[in-house]
T-cell receptor, first 115, second 113 residues
Framework: DAGVIQSPRHEVTEMGQEVTLRCKPI?????LFWYRQTMMRGLELLIY????????DSGMPEDRFSAKMPNASFSTLKIQPSEPRDSAVYFC?????????????FGEGSWLTVV | SQQGEEDPQALSIQEGENATMNCSYK?????LQWYRQNSGRGLVHLIL?????REKHSGRLRVTLDTSKKSSSLLITASRAADTASYFC?????????????FGTGTRLTIIP
């Protein structure tokens, strides 16, 4: 299995520009998560989907952030307009509930720098 | 907000020694999990312990759970240089059941060869 695939791996953009991060979850997984990691705030859950439907977006910092999951094999996280404080590593992760609970599989992350 | 707090924040030990990390959480849980993150990489699942379990083993890993104290510990025995990484606990439960994991702040472990 290829695992969770994220793109781009690294992005440097200017303040005010639109940023789109992409994710392909593991085939057969029905939950998808977007996390953000910074030194100051640690690992934060931004939003998660179950069967392509957003379940909890309470972690999305503000209206500049939006996420979509048009089908079971693709999701995007968009920041428009971007600001320097959005600089972070953004992780996509997917999972499939089993009797033990929810083991999450992470992608390698998208490293975003907004200058 | 973060559910778990790991202790210590950073730990350095000699190769071959045992490493113990602790995690405290605030609300009731269905299960607790430990993940490892190597520098510049995504998190990798290590072990899951259910709320009705007290101890679980996997290779050189031993996890304990005390729901009365809302705490868990991760023991890595006979540490190796390759164990150098950050370790996070994550809890599931509450309103979103097992679906939503909330991660702690992490312990940065350094194994000195």
């Amino acid at each position: 299995d290829a695992g969770v695939i994220q793109s781009p791996r690294h992005e440097v953009t200017e303040m005010g520009q639109e940023v789109t991060l992409r994710c392909k979850p593991i085939s057969g997984h029905n939950s998808l998560f977007w996390y953000r990691q910074t030194m100051m705030r640690g690992l934060e859950l931004l939003i998660y989907f179950n069967n392509n439907v957003p379940i909890d977006d309470s972690g999305m910092p503000e209206d500049r952030f939006s996420a979509k999951m048009p089908n079971a094999s693709f999701s995007t996280l968009k920041i428009q307009p971007s600001e320097p404080r959005d600089s972070a590593v953004y992780f996509c992760a997917s999972s499939s509930l089993d009797r033990d609970g929810n083991t999450i599989y992470f992608g390698e992350g998208s490293w975003l720098t907004v200058v | 907000s973060q559910q778990g707090e790991e202790d210590p924040q950073a730990l350095s030990i000699q190769e071959g020694e045992n490493a113990t990390m602790n995690c405290s959480y605030k609300t009731s849980i269905n299960n607790l999990q430990w993940y490892r993150q190597n520098s510049g990489r995504g998190l990798v699942h290590l072990i899951l312990i259910r709320s009705n379990e007290r101890e679980k083993h996997s290779g050189r890993l031993r996890v304990t759970l005390d729901t009365s104290k809302k705490s868990s510990s991760l023991l890595i025995t006979a540490s190796r240089a390759a164990d150098t990484a950050s370790y996070f606990c994550a809890t599931a439960g509450g309103l979103f059941g097992n679906e939503k994991l909330t991660f702690g702040t992490g312990t940065r472990l350094t194994i000195i060869p």
